[in-house]
């Protein structure tokens, strides 16, 4: 059974950091797309950035662009999203998803995490 577990979310002040993490079990992700998506009620989700799990290569949302980071540990199936320089508009549920690389559909998605900052 696949899972994808997320953790790490919380409350920040503006201009603070949080590391989410995305544990993956159930099979291999070895030729998988691992994403970040965020939602905030009464809107639709948002794309935030994504990772191919080979080769590390990462894309993200403009509004992210150096600030957030997405990387991968292979040895723990863990993917993870560090968020620095957070602001009161990143505020927002947080889910990881995962697809076949090259594929549309997100496959696969976490439950959430709540994101809050506060200004």
């Known amino acids: 059974q696949v899972q994808l577990v997320e953790s790490g979310g919380g409350l920040v002040q503006a201009g603070g950091s949080l590391r989410l993490s995305c544990a993956a079990s159930g099979r291999s992700f070895s030729n998988y797309n691992m994403g970040w998506f965020r939602q905030v009620p009464g809107k639709e989700r948002e794309f935030v950035g994504t990772?191919?799990?080979?080769?590390?290569?990462?894309r993200y949302a403009d509004f992210v662009k150096g600030r957030f980071t997405i990387s991968r540990d292979d040895a723990k199936n863990t993917v993870y999203l560090q968020m620095n320089s957070l602001k009161p508009e990143d505020t927002a549920v947080y889910y990881c998803?995962?697809?076949?690389?090259?594929?549309?559909?997100?496959?696969?998605w976490g439950q959430g995490t709540q994101v809050t900052v506060s200004s």
């Open positions: 998803a995962a697809r076949v690389a090259g594929g549309i559909n997100w496959r696969y």
């Open positions: 990772i191919n799990w080979n080769s590390g290569t990462t």
